[in-house]
């Protein structure tokens, strides 16, 4: 009963927009801090964005400021990841987590399945 699905990647040409979804079934969403994360072929998986269950955001790397948001509506039991100018770098499989606490650690509790984002020309 109890999922965690992206949804929203797909191929988008550089500088453009993509939204990612992350919807929660059968648990409360709002209780935790919600990260998204992503991973390149061939590199490490490392952490994006994280919202608390209050709302207040952080960023876990610096390459994304100022080009992604994070939100959440709780009572939709749903995060969102607003991605603008894209880049080639940001191609990936990028994962939403529900993390252990209600503020932000990127120690993660349980993961999503994954949607592909390929930036390309």
């Known amino acids: 009963q109890l999922q965690l699905v992206e949804s929203g990647g797909g191929l988008v040409q550089p500088g453009g927009s993509l939204r990612l979804t992350c919807a929660a079934s059968?648990?409360?969403?709002?209780?935790?801090?919600i990260g998204w994360f992503r991973q390149a072929p061939g590199k490490e998986r490392e952490g994006v964005l994280c919202i608390s269950s209050s709302g207040g955001s952080e960023n876990y790397a610096d390459s994304v400021k100022g080009r992604f948001t994070i939100s959440r509506d709780n009572a939709k039991n749903t995060v969102y990841l607003q991605m603008n100018s894209l880049e080639l770098e940001d191609t990936g499989v990028y994962y939403c987590a529900v993390e252990t606490y209600s503020l932000c650690s990127a120690h993660v509790k349980y993961w999503g399945k994954g949607t592909l984002v390929t930036v390309s020309s």
């Open positions: 059968g648990f409360t969403l709002g209780d935790y801090a």
